[in-house]
């Protein structure tokens, strides 16, 4: 048997979306007192989407991000590009533990994901964005009795899953493991998750979004730049942001119209 760790000796320690050569450079360290509307930290999905969307409402918001390491480094541009409207985790998830939500959730999860690629659209974003659907697939005789059922439960939450039989799953993919499968052609998308990441962070700098490698730090009790001039300070900014041990990007975005003031420090 061959030796895993000669096989694996040439190997580089860099997740496959990431080690890309359209990989743009990290923006640079701010450094010192920024004054905006809106502080956005992290420059994940959660951030970059957070700063487009609020420029998106609000075009003269003055929205900073900042990013301890580069924009998409972390688990967005590292994960595995299924792109799923269920809020769920699944069906079969949320009907066990919120069997009278659903029918809403459902709904609110295949919005969200029209909404993620109407944004995509509109920015356009060149991430390999595609309504691939997916396949649940049976590989026992239980299993593939069992679809029809969940089939059925699908639709009375208004999901539409088609019924595969060996014959058609075997049309979609080559192998006789599958004997049946359930196709949902609308609820997944795929996509790179790294060019995403990058795609965002692009309209969202245009639009007048700074983005750097600067960490938020804990805000200290006396900011060393506190100055009667400047009054409000990270420290004392209402419902201010602290990291950790309560992070509070959302309070920032509750008081969108109150200045928020940061001092970052290398
Ligand atoms: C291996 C893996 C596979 C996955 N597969 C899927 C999948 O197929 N489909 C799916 O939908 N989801 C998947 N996920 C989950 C998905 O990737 C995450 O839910 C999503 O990326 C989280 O985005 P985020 O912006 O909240 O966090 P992150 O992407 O982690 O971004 C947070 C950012 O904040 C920055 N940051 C943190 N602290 C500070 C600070 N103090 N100051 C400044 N910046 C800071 C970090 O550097 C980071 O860049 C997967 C996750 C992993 C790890």
């Given at each position: 048997m061959a030796d895993p760790v000669r096989a694996l000796?040439?190997?580089?320690?860099?997740p496959f979306w990431l080690d890309?050569?359209?990989r743009p450079d990290a923006a640079s360290a701010l450094v010192g007192d920024v004054r905006c509307d809106l502080l956005v930290v992290g420059g994940g999905y959660s951030g970059l989407w957070t700063a487009l969307i609020a420029k998106e409402r609000d075009p003269s918001l003055d929205v900073v991000l900042i990013e301890a390491q580069q924009a998409g480094w972390a688990a967005s541009g590292r994960n595995g590009g299924f792109c799923e409207a269920s809020l769920t985790h699944g069906l079969a998830n949320g009907y066990q533990r919120w069997p009278d939500e659903l029918g809403t959730l459902e709904r609110l999860g295949a919005a969200n994901l029209q909404a993620m690629e109407d944004s995509i659209g509109r920015h356009g974003i060149?991430?390999?964005?595609?309504?691939?659907g997916s396949l649940v697939v049976a590989t026992e005789p239980y299993q593939a009795d069992g679809l029809a059922e969940f089939a059925e439960l699908a639709a009375r939450y208004g999901s539409r899953l088609d019924l595969l039989d060996q014959d058609a799953v075997r049309a979609e993919i080559d192998s006789p493991t599958f004997l049946g499968a359930l196709w949902d052609r609308e609820g997944v998308a795929m996509l790179n998750p790294a060019r995403l990441a990058w795609g965002l962070r692009r309209p969202a700098s245009t639009r007048a979004c700074g983005s750097s490698s600067t960490p938020a730090r804990p805000a200290s009790?006396?900011?060393?730049?506190?100055?009667p001039s400047a009054p409000r300070t990270a420290a004392s900014a209402p419902a201010g942001w602290r990291w950790p041990p309560t992070p509070s990007p959302r309070c920032c975005a509750a008081t969108a119209r109150t200045p928020c003031r940061c001092t970052t420090t290398r």
């Open positions: 000796k040439d190997a580089q320690p860099v890309d050569p359209a060149d991430c390999d964005w595609e309504r691939t009790p006396t900011p060393r730049t506190a100055s």
